[in-house]
């Protein structure tokens, strides 16, 4: 991918704060991105929330965008406005992160110059900020065009929000001063204008009109950086860290002395850095900054994710006060699919078959949106995913542009066609981006499970494109790679002549739920966009042996409570004796449904004591009174009676008197009764009760009472468990 930026200005900044979570609903998050969205990344929840709800709407790009034009015929053609406002919603995503004004409107003229500008990049498969210059004034070139290509950002391989990502990455030679950037987080911006091609039959392209003066907000605030202080994605902390100034709090700030140093904070160890880029003003590149790059070696070769990382830039010098000054904050990269504090299900593990209560771990704070519970039992019936139609496959398609993830395979250049049926999964970079399948059941491996697949490279990039296959074991939040294989080659010489055999060892989470998945990375290098079959890779017949799934399950949406029973309705049907049920919970915060919780396992059992009782006499709760008859139900089970015949309450063991001024109580547990307590109470007001000691022994009760007065009052108490 490629980029050109556009030329310079100044910039400022303003700080928001603001609650995603809880109770951001997806169609508020999504709704006019006119309004000014702002989000608080000092709280983890919130960036997590703002991702989910801004970020994430805008990855339908591509199946948005809706262009009518043809760059064969030079039509420049429109894009839909979700499409459009897909992109907006990106850049307003970025600004929002950094504390800047993220409030930015496109215009329609300026959209329209712009996809003049894609469309002249399309055409001539490069980049030039003159066209005119660079291929003359030719096939598809326009003033509208040449006048975009002047005022935008530029990119070549990706269109929409993907190319906002691009921006802000800002990777390859030429980059270094981060100008795309730059333009994007301009404080002082308040319109734009897209312009896009997408891919499939032409290059993809993106223009965004950002040279505009005449729109710009008065320059406040001092400083921000990219990646921001506070939580920030993992998947947003790009390799070049930069550190941007306002000229209206430092004039024209210098950095020939400026120096910056990054450490991790739990240990003070230092990550190594080199400055790549000191830049004051003027020329191309937007306002001032200073641009460095981490080098993460020593830390497993990328930005650890929850690792707090503080970072120091001494040595600027403003231009107004000529005072060096020194600029320190902290970075957490974090994974945004998974929260930071843990929730699981407690409760019994061996439920009757009556039912049980269970507790779900609360979310701290103010909580979750809601909290849904899932209820299912284990299914050990063979599967193998190939991709026929029939049957259909059990899978998650991730993959984006305009191709078929299953397709039908002819032999060609030596390459065989598919292993079994007539189709097979294909991984192609359509539109540049990462594709991957995710196989759509929860598998529990034993320790003599394998993950049996088989695959074949057709065209491809050997250096840097890489297949890999993938376990997460909390529900999709993460992923391990467990095998990889690098691309094979571009000329058919080195395709695959057969396909190649794959069987991986899953010991090592016997008795886990896991999932699995299929990626298929470009990791930022150069990549066929083509969609045939000559091109990419294919995978066929996926299995894991030695395996069980857990079955459909019901899911149930508790809304905000934290507490459920697992019941006939929770479980979908009657709970069955000897069934092992596997329960687990997960969160929703901020249009985001987290991974499940870890199961607790529950077999059912016969129920027991009063639970067998009620279950048999179908008369509800031990508090209630069934008959009517003044007894309830729990003191009726533990005295042995029938809790629907409303007659019977004369039966209780009635008191004696073994003296003038004493009354003794004296009972033996019915047979079949259990997880009873008995006891008794004296009174000679009828207000105030007095326990009275039991000198019985096994399961004979013995209660004795003495009055302080001519009379006295005397009953039975029952406490079910």
């Known amino acids: 991918m490629r980029f050109l930026a556009g030329a310079g200005a100044y910039a400022a900044t303003a700080l928001f704060a603001a609650a995603w979570s809880p109770g951001m609903s997806q169609s508020t998050a999504v709704g006019d991105s006119l309004v000014a969205l702002s ?31 043809n760059v064969g015929s030079c039509t420049p053609g429109t894009t839909s406005p979700a499409f459009k406002d897909d992109v907006r919603r990106r850049i307003n995503y970025y600004r929002a992160m950094a504390g800047l004004p993220a409030d930015i409107e496109f215009e329609a003229t300026r959209n329209a110059k712009a996809q003049a500008a894609a469309l002249i990049m399309s055409d001539r498969n490069g ?64 319109v734009m204008g897209t312009g896009d091609i997408p ?30 202080a506070g939580f920030v994605p993992s998947s947003t902390v790009w390799p070049r860290w930069s550190l941007h100034f306002s000229t209206a709090t430092f004039g024209s700030p210098t950095f020939t002395s400026a120096a910056v140093t990054m450490k991790r904070v739990s ?39 929850e690792t707090e990382f503080e970072v120091s830039v001494t040595g600027v010098t403003p231009g107004a006060s000529g005072a060096s000054a020194t600029f320190t904050y902290r970075v957490t990269p974090i994974n945004v699919n998974a929260l930071a504090e843990p929730y699981a299900i407690t409760g019994t593990s061996s439920p009757p078959t009556t039912g049980a209560t269970y507790e779900i771990t609360p979310l701290s704070g103010a909580g979750a949106d809601k909290y849904e519970v899932e209820v299912a039992s284990t299914d050990a019936t063979p599967w193998t995913e190939g991709a026929e139609d029939s049957p259909t496959p059990v899978i998650i398609d991730g993959t984006t542009g305009g191709y078929d993830l299953r397709e039908a395979l002819t032999p060609a250049g030596g390459s065989p066609g598919p292993r079994t049926g007539t189709k097979a999964f294909h991984f192609t970079f359509d539109n540049f981006e990462d594709q991957s399948f995710e196989i759509d059941r929860d598998i529990i491996p034993t320790a003599t499970s394998t993950l049996d697949f088989w695959n074949i490279f057709r065209a491809s990039v050997p250096s840097i494109n890489r297949l890999s296959a993938e376990i997460s074991t909390d529900a999709g939040g993460s992923w391990t790679e467990i095998w ?139 508090h209630l009174d069934h008959d009517q008859d003044g007894l309830t139900n729990g003191f009726e089970y533990g005295f042995g009676l029938d809790p629907t015949d409303p007659s019977d309450a004369g039966s209780l063991p009635a008191p004696t008197m073994p003296a003038d001024n004493q009354l003794e109580l004296t009972m033996t547990e019915p047979a079949g009764v259990s997880g009873v307590t008995y006891g008794a109470e004296w009174t000679i007001n009828l207000v105030d009760w007095f326990p009275m000691t039991d000198s019985g022994s096994g399961t004979t009760h013995t209660f004795l009472a003495t009055s302080p007065a001519s009379h006295l009052f005397v009953r039975w108490t029952v406490v079910v468990e």
């Open 39 to 69: 989000v608080d990344t000092s709280d983890r929840n919130d960036v997590l929330s703002f991702y989910h709800c801004i970020y994430a709407a805008s990855e339908n790009y591509a199946a948005n965008i809706g262009w009518d034009g």
């Open 127 to 190: 980049l030039s900020h003159d066209p005119a210059a660079t291929w003359g004034t030719g096939r598809c070139w326009t003033a509208d065009g040449q006048e975009g290509a002047e005022k935008g950002n530029l990119a070549l391989g990706s269109f929409g929000a993907g190319s906002i990502d691009g921006y802000m990455r800002d990777p390859g030679n030429g980059n270094e001063a981060v100008g795309h950037r730059r333009w994007l987080l301009y404080p002082r911006q308040t």
């Open 199 to 228: 891919s499939g039959g032409q290059t993809p392209t993106n223009s965004i009109w950002v040279v505009d003066s005449s729109t710009h907000r008065s320059a406040t605030g001092s400083y921000y950086a990219w990646p921001p």
């Open 267 to 305: 240990d003070n160890a230092n990550v190594p850095v080199s400055i790549i880029h000191r830049y004051t003003g003027g020329g191309l590149a937007a306002d001032p900054a200073i641009v460095w790059e981490p080098d993460w070696s020593g830390f497993g070769g990328s930005a650890p994710e």
């Open 484 to 622: 990889g294989r690098q691309a094979g080659g571009s000329s058919s010489g080195s395709w695959d002549s057969s396909w190649q055999g794959a069987s991986l060892s899953l010991a090592a989470y016997d008795g886990q739920i896991i999932r699995i998945r299929f990626i298929y990375r470009r990791n930022g290098g150069s990549a066929f966009n083509q969609t045939g079959q000559f091109y990419g890779c294919y995978l066929d017949d996926i299995t894991v042996t030695n395996s069980s799934s857990l079955g459909a399950g019901t899911i149930t949406d508790l809304g905000v409570a934290t507490s459920f029973t697992l019941d006939d309705t929770t479980a979908g049907g009657p709970l069955t004796e000897g069934t092992t049920y596997f329960l687990r919970a997960r969160p929703t915060l901020g249009c985001k449904a987290y991974g499940w919780s870890d199961p607790l396992l529950a077999t059912a059992v016969a129920p027991t004591g009063y639970d067998a009782w009620v279950h048999r006499a179908t008369v509800g709760a031990s």
